[in-house]
Antibody, heavy 123, light 111 residues
Framework: QVTLRESGPALVKPTQTLTLTCTFS??????????VSWIRQSPGKALEWLAFIDWDDDKYYSTFLKTRLTISKDTSKNQVVLTMTNMDPVDTATYYC???????????????WGKGTTVTVSS | QSVLTQPPSASGTPGQRVTISCSGT????????VNWYQQLPGTAPKLLIYSNNQRRSGVPDRFSGSKSGTSASLAISGLQSEDEADYYCSAWDDSLNGLWVFGGGTKLTVL
């Protein structure tokens, strides 16, 4: 059974750096085709993709946020970490991590999601 | 605003068939596959449809997806009260708008 669980601070102050950890089980991020992504959802808003990292340690970032984001993985711990610098109240959101899988035609999709962790940015 | 365009709301009565549209461009839907997610109130999104029209294992065959050109659709037949949720389309975007893009979401109400 594949599961993912997000963890991190519930409250951060403006200008601080947010560090979130996604701990997963049931698959290996060393396996070809496997990726883990971060997505967020501000209250009452749509989903917004942030970043993903693949089995080969290639990293991809949202064009809008790439200067503030860093994604990394620790395969031995089955963890993916996302850092976001210079936090602002508009970054208040629920942050999800999700596994990305692919079909036989190399079409990718986020097939298993964590429950999310809510982060509030306030002084 | 979101890169993919969805109607903000849709509704139907139990047993009806409803369709949710998702409009994109040549750099996303026009050249890549579309995935659909269901988000029940207060929960994380769940994958419903991947690669345009493939139902995820366990998803009832009442749910179906299709794609034509730069648009995609999610159809739900035999509408049930438990289908009341937010639905999001998503696709890979080959342009500089970011790699994964989502629609703005459609809130489906079962009357």
């Amino acid at each position: 059974q594949v599961t993912l669980r997000e963890s991190g601070p519930a409250l951060v102050k403006p200008t601080q750096t947010l560090t979130l950890t996604c701990t997963f089980s049931g698959f290996s991020l060393s396996s070809s085709g496997m990726c883990v992504s971060w997505i967020r959802q501000s209250p009452g808003k749509a989903l917004e993709w942030l970043a993903f990292i693949d089995w080969d340690d290639d990293k991809y970032y949202s064009t809008f946020l790439k200067t503030r984001l860093t994604i990394s993985k620790d395969t031995s711990k089955n963890q993916v970490v996302l850092t976001m610098t210079n936090m602002d109240p508009v970054d208040t959101a629920t942050y999800y991590c999700a596994r990305i899988s692919r079909d036989q035609y190399y079409h990718y999709y986020m097939d298993v999601w964590g429950k999310g962790t809510t982060v509030t940015v306030s002084s | 605003q979101s890169v993919l365009t969805q109607p903000p709301s849709a509704s139907g009565t139990p047993g009806q068939r409803v369709t949710i549209s998702c409009s994109g461009t040549s750099s996303n839907i026009g050249s890549n596959t579309v995935n659909w997610y269901q988000q029940l109130p207060g929960t994380a999104p769940k994958l419903l449809i991947y690669s345009n029209n493939q139902r995820r294992s366990g998803v009832p065959d009442r749910f179906s997806g299709s794609k034509s050109g730069t648009s995609a659709s999610l159809a739900i037949s035999g509408l049930q009260s438990e289908d009341e949720a937010d639905y999001y389309c998503s696709a890979w975007d080959d342009s500089l708008n970011g790699l994964w893009v989502f629609g703005g979401g459609t809130k489906l109400t079962v009357l």
